[in-house]
């Protein structure tokens, strides 16, 4: 799939996956050898090699000679949270963006790791640690050129939130999750027309953007330095009015959705 968009023209910048996809070695390779970098989410398990380790075909004394390669060299991987904890490991906090409900601002560490699976030639690597507010650490693997900056590393570690902000919409606002299929393209069908939805939703809040800029002294009012943008949510409420059998008035979904924003942008000072 990756491929297929990638040859019609898609434009983008990374690929991001979560741990399911991260841990897949042939897929990380496959994206390596199609020139995409990718920033890979992997579990705390993940073994990895800090020195670059020496493959082959071992030379057998008796019997057959050995065909398959392997590990020749005598370092052992070890698990990525355990370079997490290591001494040397050093974190620095990065602020990556801005967010609804204030910065996002972690503590970020990186260095160079190698992979390799049933012998096969080591990949170096970027391993990408982030220890949020909380604590929790999470890993990620990333083929970012060797001179990435950590700013870098750290914006490509955090940019999969966007794809589970848009399944959670298409779940929550679209009706995605009352989908009921057993079969491969039942579900094929079901998401087609929620994609068109997404876009036609994505082109509203673009529009609104353009059409109604949002005042910089509002912000001030409010304490924030940034409003809150249109949501799904405030879009299906528009919708609502619009349609044949509204549930709304123009004018009572227009106070509703600006109820909303003043509320958000409330809530961010509050959190801030």
């Known amino acids: 799939m990756i491929e297929r968009v990638n040859d019609e023209g898609l434009l983008f910048e990374m690929v991001c996956c979560d741990t399911l996809y991260g841990r897949s070695y042939w897929l990380r390779r496959k994206l390596s050898a199609a020139g995409l970098v990718y920033s890979a989410d992997v579990p705390a398990n993940t073994k990895v090699y800090l020195e670059e380790p020496v493959t082959g075909a071992p030379a057998n004394k008796k019997g057959r000679r050995a065909t398959k390669p392997r590990v020749l060299s005598k ?5 990525v949270r355990q370079i997490a904890t290591r001494s040397e490991t ?3 906090r990065i602020e990556v963006r801005e967010t ?3 910065y996002l601002n972690d503590e970020f560490s990186a260095r160079r790791v190698w992979t390799t699976q049933r012998g096969d030639e080591p990949a170096s690597e970027w391993l990408v640690m982030r220890r949020d507010a909380e604590g929790k650490i999470h890993y990620a693997l990333s083929n970012e ?6 700013e870098r590393l750290a914006w490509g570690k955090c940019q999969r ?3 589970e902000c848009a399944n959670r919409d298409a779940k929550s606002e679209i009706g995605w999750d009352e989908l009921r299929a057993q079969k491969f393209p039942a579900w094929e069908h079901e ?3 929620v994609c068109l939805a997404t876009w036609f939703m994505a082109q509203t809040k673009l529009d609104w953007r353009e059409r109604s800029p949002r005042d910089p002294e509002r912000g001030s009012e409010f304490g924030v330095d940034e409003l809150p943008e249109l949501s799904m949510a405030n879009v299906r409420e528009l919708l609502r009015a619009a349609m044949p059998l509204p549930q709304l008035s123009v004018e009572g979904a227009t106070v509703l959705v600006v109820e909303h924003l003043v509320n958000r942008a409330r809530s961010r000072k509050s959190r801030l």
């Not at 370092?75 to 698990?79: D, T, Y």
């Not at 050129?145 to 950590?150: E, G, H, Q, V, Y």
Request: proline share 13%.
């Open 100 to 102: 609804e409900r204030g």
């Open 191 to 193: 998401l087609a027309p």
């Open 75 to 79: 370092e052992q991987p070890i698990e």
């Open 145 to 150: 050129r060797a001179d990435a900056p950590l």
């Open 161 to 163: 939130v966007f794809i």
């Open 90 to 92: 050093k974190w620095t």
